[in-house]
């Protein structure tokens, strides 16, 4: 068998991963391209990720995304590591070479960022501070791309103070902690408003942080994406603001890791963001 007749495989891996929309995500962009491979969810425990892994080249893989909970784990496993994946954390995207090794890259910090830019055109980096809500492995990639695209600073509150204080020390000077109680505070100077909690999402707590110092100039965007408009977005609307969701950046992330993967580099326009959506 050729090089050329093997159908290349991909999948994600995470557990659970039944909600997933990447399958359908990638799958909508193999039939358009007319590209001959396949994506495939797998539901992995962790005591079972790395035999996966290892195994998975042997099968015709040439690589996976993963999501939680093993987005860091697999930061121990992967044989070469990015320099953005090493500042961040985490890995949400591997590659499987052909000498063997496992390479692993964080593109969650680039969908974040190519996300605003189509949902935000005239957003400018430079602007004014951005307000982060939550300190997790997300806000993490977030922080990590606007301190590269040049936000001045970064006003960083998490419900748990001391997560935030460790990432003022991993992301330095340009990065100011307020206690969750005071959150709303960041917002009447901040010039991006970013949630990156899960609070707001169907199933969860609403997100319940005062943001009367919205202002017409401010661009608000939720990594929620499920429902589609939050209430954090319906409020930046009635508010007069730039109302970003958090759809896109699942589809932007997407796109360098099908390239990596498949060979082209698919475009996100409304027919990707309805295969999503089905």
Not at 10 to 35: D, E, F, M
Not at 85 to 102: E, H, P, Q, S, W
Not at 107 to 125: C, H, M, Q, R, V
Not at 143 to 149: G, K
Request: glycine share 8%.
């Amino acid at each position: 068998m050729t090089e050329l007749s093997r159908i290349p495989l991909a999948g994600v891996i995470g557990s659970p991963i039944a909600h997933s929309k990447s399958p359908q995500l990638h799958r909508h962009w193999l039939k358009t391209y007319g590209i001959p491979g396949h994506y495939i969810p797998m539901d992995v425990s962790a005591d079972n990720l790395e035999n996966v892994l290892r195994t998975l080249p042997t099968m015709g893989f040439v690589g996976v995304n993963i999501t939680i909970p093993h987005k860091e784990a697999v930061m121990e496993i992967a044989d070469l590591i990015t320099d953005r994946a090493i500042l961040i954390g985490a890995a949400n995207t591997l590659i499987f070479r052909k000498d063997g090794k496992i390479h692993a890259d964080n593109t969650d910090g680039y969908g974040f960022i190519e996300n605003l830019k189509a949902g935000a055109p005239s957003w400018n980096p430079r602007s004014g501070p951005a307000a982060v809500l939550g300190a997790g492995g997300a806000a993490r990639a977030v922080m990590s791309s606007l301190l590269e695209a040049g936000v001045p600073e970064i006003l960083l509150s998490n419900r748990t103070r001391v997560r935030a204080e460790v990432l003022q020390k991993e992301f330095g000077s340009r990065v100011r902690v307020f206690d969750w109680l005071q959150a709303g505070n960041m917002v009447d100077d901040a010039a991006l408003l970013v949630n990156t909690t899960s609070l707001g999402m169907i199933g969860k707590p609403e997100l319940r942080v005062p943001l009367d110092g919205l202002h017409a100039t401010t661009v608000v965007t939720d990594l929620v994406y499920a429902p589609l408009k939050t209430k954090l977005l319906a409020t930046a609307e009635e508010a007069g603001c730039v109302a970003v969701d958090g759809l896109g950046m699942l589809l932007h992330q997407a796109v360098p890791a099908f390239e990596r993967w498949f060979g082209r580099r698919p475009d996100v326009d409304r027919a990707t963001r309805a295969a999503a959506l089905r």
